[in-house]
T-cell receptor, first 115, second 115 residues
């Protein structure tokens, strides 16, 4: 079973358009991470959210965590070809009722931005 | 600069062979992780270690083994028992605070191919 559900699986947008990627957890999140990945490369850290209702922005990317800490969204404003890649959400949650200490990941969203 | 180094970047294995993937970090992080990535599946946890000389199985540990003799190093051995080892392998590390981890950092990955 997938602990984190990420949607959509793929996204194709025209340059300049806005877009949103969603990440939903079945459990309360103690930390939610957003990463970007180019195919065949490592993960680049984008943002981390921990508090319910928290929102962070960096350049044209904004990430939010809902009050219940079970859902996060990543929003890109005025997309550019440089935004293309795979976006992954990773969440830390209580592992089978015991201690924290690992990240669960969604399946990723493949973003294509065409000029 | 501190970071995580994975080697080699590409690795080819004959069927029936064991191979070892290297992961070294100089971030002074307590915890280290191995993930496997297959197309469309996101990242799945193989093994993780919160402290030296201790490690836990993740979700797909069968056919893999690890050791954590030093804080800086967490090598992964893919054994001949792993029936489908062709994949992209990512190593990560994080700081530990209480029962939670933060500051997850990823290496650049090793692509393993069975020939």
């Amino acid at each position: 079973s997938q602990e984190l559900e990420q949607s959509p699986q793929s996204l194709i947008v025209q340059e300049g358009k806005n877009l949103t990627i969603n990440c939903t957890s079945s459990k309360t999140l103690y930390g939610l991470y957003w990463y970007k990945q180019k195919y065949g490369e490592g993960l680049i850290f984008l943002m981390m959210l921990q508090k319910g209702g928290e929102e962070k922005s960096h350049e044209k990317i904004t990430a939010k965590l809902d009050e219940k800490k079970q859902q996060s969204s990543l929003h890109i404003t005025a997309s550019q070809p440089s935004h293309a890649g795979i976006y992954l959400c990773g969440g830390e949650m209580a592992d089978r009722g015991s201690t924290l200490g690992r990240l669960y990941f969604g399946r990723g969203t493949q973003l294509t931005v065409w000029p | 600069d501190g970071g995580i180094t994975q080697s080699p970047k590409y690795l080819f294995r004959k069927e029936g062979q064991n191979v070892t993937l290297s992961c070294e970090q100089n971030l002074n992080h307590d915890a280290m992780y191995w993930y496997r990535q297959d197309p469309g599946q996101g990242l799945r946890l193989i093994y993780y270690s919160q402290i030296v000389n201790d490690f836990q199985k993740g979700d797909i540990a069968e056919g893999y083994s690890v050791s954590r003799e030093k804080k800086e190093s967490f090598p992964l051995t893919v054994t001949s028992a792993q029936k489908n080892p062709t994949a992209f392998y990512l190593c990560a590390s994080s700081r530990r605070s209480g029962s939670s981890n933060y500051g997850y950092t990823f290496g650049s990955g090793t692509r393993l191919t069975v020939v």
